[in-house]
């Protein structure tokens, strides 16, 4: 068996502060990770701005394959129509399709805060035969009936798009805004149903007996997230779907670990510490 080594990140680009100096950030940290897929959340592109993302992919070491889905922002909110955030998905196999999948929100939300009406989004990409999704879902700690929603949705999705040809369980990652003990994360955990539904997703971080808290917004340890004025959460995932129905050993989780949570460079790349995880693959995939 080998290892296929997942990051994920939600680069917080055009939100947090100094961002042309935390993307070198970003860049340093997917060079030490030698991962095969990366995940980010929150990059963005414009009619007068490149694609974050694709920034990133240029000035790695190695080369990558790049997939991006993003939606505009609400008129009220934002007034460039050119302006979409989303998620990107690197790879170092090309990229046989990408689609992007609009998440279900509440137009009126529980919380009033302009910010927090967000178009959010699902990205498919198919690579190397693997399903591979990111996303991010509602970000205000009240808004667990809009997750729960959203959830519901990527598990929809998922199922109505993954090969079961693909040598591996389909990969969901991204920063969820929920703890590990809420409804949603819950629900795609295989501990907890809704609406009489239920789902299995290896928590990477839970599969691979990771015993320290994983805390990936944590003000104390990161100056990009004191301003949130929050206690530290753990609120980023890699999911890896059910490995019972692949060959032995493929898809199992071996390992998952904090990543982007230490400075290369002068600055955090992001308001949150990213993750990387190991999943056994068949030789020859």
């Known amino acids: 068996m080998r290892k296929l080594r997942i990051a994920s990140l939600n680069t917080g680009s055009l939100i947090e502060p100094h961002w042309d100096e935390r993307r070198h950030e970003t860049v340093a940290w997917i060079d030490r990770l030698n ?21 990133v992919a240029d000035h790695c070491a190695a080369d990558w394959h790049v997939a991006f889905g993003g939606l505009p ?5 934002w007034p460039d129509p050119s302006l979409l955030l989303g998620s990107s998905i690197l790879s170092r196999w090309p990229i046989d399709h990408h689609e992007l999948i609009p998440l279900p929100v509440d ?31 509602a970000p205000p700690p009240e808004q667990g009936y809009h997750r729960v929603a959203q959830v519901l949705a990527i598990d929809d999705a998922i199922r109505e798009r993954s090969s079961p040809d693909s040598p591996l369980p389909p990969i ?15 629900f795609l955990s295989g501990l907890a149903t809704i609406n009489g539904r239920s ?42 779907g059910n490995p019972s129905d692949r060959d032995p050993g493929a ?14 460079t002068a ?4 308001d949150h510490f990213g993750l990387v995880a190991e999943v056994l693959r068949r030789d020859g995939d």
Not at 73 to 77: H, Q, R, V
Not at 251 to 264: K, N, Q, S, W, Y
């Open 251 to 264: 898809g199992l989780v071996t390992a998952c670990d904090l990543a982007f949570h230490e400075p290369i």
């Open 267 to 270: 600055h955090h790349a992001s």
């Open 172 to 186: 969901l990652c991204g920063d969820f805004n929920a703890e590990p003990n809420s409804d949603e994360i819950r």
């Open 107 to 137: 137009p009126q939300p529980a919380s009033p805060k302009p910010a927090f009406l967000l178009n959010l989004e699902l990205l498919r990409a198919r690579t190397a035969g693997i399903d591979i999704f990111s996303t991010h879902l």
């Open 73 to 77: 922002f609400p008129d009220a909110l």
């Open 199 to 240: 789902t299995y997703f290896q928590d990477a971080w839970t599969a691979s007996r990771n015993q320290h808290a994983g805390w990936t917004r944590d003000g104390a340890a990161n100056e990009l997230a004191k301003n949130m004025n929050l206690p530290p959460k753990r609120i980023d995932y890699i999911f890896v």
């Open 35 to 55: 991962a095969d897929v990366v995940c980010l959340q929150e990059t963005w592109q414009s009619a007068d701005s490149p694609n974050s993302a694709e920034w």
